[in-house]
């Protein structure tokens, strides 16, 4: 595990009982804010083209990602369509790699771009992104872990959003 540094932030991988203890003190932790952090219910997968229809259609990317940052942090809340004015949160999934074949096709990833707004004016920039460690389960089962490790991770930037941040394997 890397530490945490001024332009890296990262959570340790040791299961979902972790990242179930991460977010709760996570959120715990977050002093409350008037305005909260609107997130559309949908991101975007550009850049990520070489995804299989079968990774788009059964593993849920676009709105499994916006879920699980809005359980990790408290501060983000969800919105249908495209959020507008105050505090916006903009997530794109800019590359995924997930070819078929579960665990016998080698590790899955995911990069992840974000950007925090706040009245227009940009507060801070993101990249995550994460690899799989282990080989078990099948490919959206590894994909989920993957983005429950983001999701984590990009809440606790959200604590404090700084520009160029570059989140653990990124």
């Given at each position: 595990?890397?530490?945490?540094?001024?332009?890296?932030?990262?959570?340790?991988?040791?299961?979902?009982?972790?990242?179930?203890?991460?977010?709760?003190?996570?959120?715990?932790?977050?002093?409350?804010?008037?305005?909260?952090?609107?997130?559309?219910?949908?991101?975007?997968?550009?850049?990520?083209?070489?995804?299989?229809?079968?990774?788009?259609?059964?593993?849920?990317?676009?709105?499994?990602?916006?879920?699980?940052?809005?359980?990790?942090?408290?501060?983000?809340?969800?919105?249908?369509?495209?959020?507008?004015?105050?505090?916006?949160?903009?997530?794109?999934?800019?590359?995924?790699?997930?070819?078929?074949?579960?665990?016998?096709?080698?590790?899955?990833?995911?990069?992840?771009?974000?950007?925090?707004?706040?009245?227009g004016r940009l507060v801070g920039t993101a990249r995550a992104k994460r690899t799989t460690?282990?080989?078990?389960?099948?490919?959206?089962?590894?994909?989920?872990?993957?983005?429950?490790?983001?999701?984590?991770?990009?809440?606790?930037?959200?604590?404090?959003?700084?520009?160029?941040?570059?989140?653990?394997?990124?």
């Amino acid at each position: 595990m890397r530490r945490a540094t001024r332009r890296s932030l990262c959570v340790a991988a040791f299961g979902p009982a972790a990242w179930l203890g991460a977010a709760l003190l996570l959120a715990a932790a977050a002093p409350g804010r008037a305005e909260p952090i609107h997130l559309a219910d949908q991101v975007a997968l550009t850049g990520a083209s070489d995804v299989t229809d079968a990774v788009r259609q059964q593993c849920g990317l676009q709105t499994l990602l916006p879920e699980l940052v809005a359980a990790a942090s408290s501060d983000v809340q969800l919105v249908q369509g495209q959020p507008r004015g105050g505090r916006v949160l903009t997530l794109t999934v800019e590359e995924v790699h997930a070819p078929g074949g579960g665990p016998f096709s080698g590790p899955k990833w995911m990069v992840v771009a974000a950007e925090l707004r706040d009245g227009g004016r940009l507060v801070g920039t993101a990249r995550a992104k994460r690899t799989t460690a282990a080989p078990f389960g099948g490919t959206c089962g590894q994909l989920r872990k993957v983005t429950e490790a983001i999701a984590v991770d990009l809440a606790a930037w959200l604590r404090d959003p700084r520009s160029a941040a570059r989140l653990c394997d990124s």
